[in-house]
């Protein structure tokens, strides 16, 4: 009898598992191209901040690159600042002043052809610029 009462426990749960264990389809994912984070790091100069209707900038000479920018070292590049870039100052500081060292990320398609790279970065604004001062 034990036996039985077993295999009647087990038969109903095995439909349960195997209903449990396959998760919903959902379909495929977006069709807009995947995004990637270009870091830069290097020389800052030329930094404007942004006013509310007007939009600063800020250049920099690419001395080092994530993967996905390596393409761009030694490169001078001027990037846009708008409303929503934030500008994180280090050390104290309370400006960018010019040959401080900094970092500057900006969210745009992962694959970007190398002869266009650099003028496709340009046209989209900063996302993050990092101040880290002048050099030791």
């Known amino acids: 009898m034990k036996k039985a009462l077993i295999f009647a426990v087990a038969a109903l749960m095995i439909p349960s598992v195997a209903l449990a264990a396959k998760p919903a389809s959902h379909g495929k994912g977006g069709k807009s191209a995947p995004k990637v984070v270009y870091v830069l790091r290097g020389t800052l100069s030329a930094y404007s901040a942004s006013n509310a209707p007007n939009n600063g900038s800020i250049t920099i000479v690419v001395n080092h690159a994530n993967y996905h920018g390596k393409a761009l070292k030694g490169q001078t590049l001027v ?58």
């Open 79 to 136: 990037f846009p600042l708008d409303a929503k870039s934030r500008i994180s100052l280090r050390n104290g500081l309370t400006t960018i002043t010019d040959n401080d060292h900094g970092i500057i990320k900006v969210r745009a398609a992962k694959r970007i052809a190398a002869a266009d790279l650099a003028t496709t970065l340009e046209a989209i604004a900063a996302r993050q610029v990092i101040d880290q001062g002048a050099s030791s």
